[in-house]
């Protein structure tokens, strides 16, 4: 008979993507950038742009606090040849909060608190892809610190440090039979990354912007178990969230107008093979093997009277999860964003309101063990909301 142990090890290996618990990349960070589109770092001129573009930080004159919160819910829905399938889809709240003061002329500090990760899915345990995902969900944080700093009249440049916390937890089917034993990881850990930027502002009417930001790199710390043992052991995981390389232009032809059109290089290419470790066990390759992608963002904004605004825009985003490494708790497709919003700025405070619809279709074929192939439907819903304060 096998033992408890080497059951542990068999299952992991089983599920070509047993980790990364619906951890996509999350870009939508302030609802005045997410209403047009996500299309604002070239514009940038909020204490939000300490995600967005630090080197921004240089427009502010004055100290300003912003705070926010964007619920997301996810609709997924499964057509396989054994049935058809939906997540258990509930509002998630990602909050987010940014500070800037200037220190003087030249030189803006910045700081903020976001989630650039994270969200959840639950399928139940009923499904044929129960043995790579019942319930997947990561909890993701991380603080910056940032300065902005003013070389030129026309030009800035930015640049600092996010410390990153992962909270990760799972759970897998150990058979494909309906409702049986299941496996269980739980764990987390913490990550430093670093970002660079600039802005190059030739004129009033137009405004290029570039972000770096680096990859992050856990070891995530925590145990695993069986239902069907009453033990649990030490395991850790290795878990990477990848660099990204953004650019923006954006153009002002008056004051009553603003556009822009961002893209963004996400390198999820690091995310390639993860290894788990698990106490007295050899370490178990865990192969991902996604690709790099790209986010196309356009947008406008329209100023109006009174301090009044609204904005609409438009972001595609890439599939990066190639069939052969497909898992439904991240469901990865080529996805469409439709966005808009408005808000009202006054001499201390101002707030924006976004709302979201995203959509995809996907057919997959050869999954792992075509446990998961089928077609794939997944229908968005976004609100964001934050408030500024000016000092």
């Not at 990760?117 to 990561?138: H, K």
């Not at 009553?256 to 290089?265: G, L, R, V």
């Not at 290419?269 to 192969?287: D, F, I, K, M, R």
């Amino acid at each position: 008979m096998k033992s408890p142990r080497l059951l542990f090890l068999c299952a992991w290996s089983l599920s070509a993507l047993p980790v990364l618990a619906d951890g996509f990349y999350v870009p939508v960070q302030a609802p005045e950038a997410t209403a047009r589109g996500n299309a604002w770092l070239a514009t940038a001129d909020t204490a939000s742009a300490v995600y967005y573009n630090a080197a921004g930080l240089t427009q502010l004159r004055e100290a300003e606090v912003v705070v926010g919160a964007y619920g997301i819910r996810l609709g997924i829905e499964a057509e396989t040849a054994s049935g058809n399938y939906e997540n258990d889809a509930t509002w998630n709240v990602l909050p987010q909060i940014y500070g800037a003061v200037p220190l003087n002329d030249k030189w803006v500090m910045g700081f903020g608190l976001n989630t650039p990760y994270g969200l959840a899915t639950d399928w139940g345990s009923n499904t044929q892809f129960r043995m790579l995902a019942i319930t997947t969900e990561l909890e993701y944080m991380t603080g910056w610190l940032v300065m902005g700093y003013q070389l030129t009249d026309t030009l800035s440049i930015g640049g600092g440090m996010g410390i990153h916390h992962a909270d990760m937890s799972l759970r897998q089917g150990l058979s494909p039979l309906p409702a049986s034993d299941a496996l269980e990881f739980n764990g987390d850990g913490q990550a430093l990354s670093w970002t660079l930027s600039a802005m190059w502002k030739p004129n009033e009417c137009h405004s290029f912007g570039l972000v770096y930001r680096s990859m992050s790199d856990f070891s995530l710390e925590g145990r695993t178990r069986a239902t069907v043992f009453p033990m649990e052991l030490p395991a850790s995981v290795d878990l990477i969230t990848p660099a990204n390389l953004a650019f923006g232009y954006a153009f002002r032809p008056n004051s009553d107008w603003s556009f822009e059109a961002n893209i963004e290089w996400v390198n999820w290419e690091e995310l390639n093979t993860l290894v788990l470790s698990q106490a007295g066990l050899p370490n178990t390759a865990l192969p991902f093997n996604w690709d790099s992608n790209f986010i196309y963002s356009v947008g406008c904004t329209r100023f109006l009277d009174n301090g009044w605004h609204i904005s609409a825009g438009y972001n595609f985003i890439e599939n990066s999860q190639p069939d052969a490494t497909f898992n439904p708790g991240v469901s990865d497709a080529d996805r469409h964003w439709i966005n808009v919003g408005f808000g009202r700025k006054t001499e201390t405070f101002d707030f924006n309101f976004a709302y979201q619809y995203a959509f995809s279709d996907r057919d997959v074929h050869g999954s792992p063990g075509g446990m998961a192939d089928g077609k794939y439907k997944s229908r968005f819903n976004g609100l964001m909301l934050d408030c500024r304060w000016r000092f």
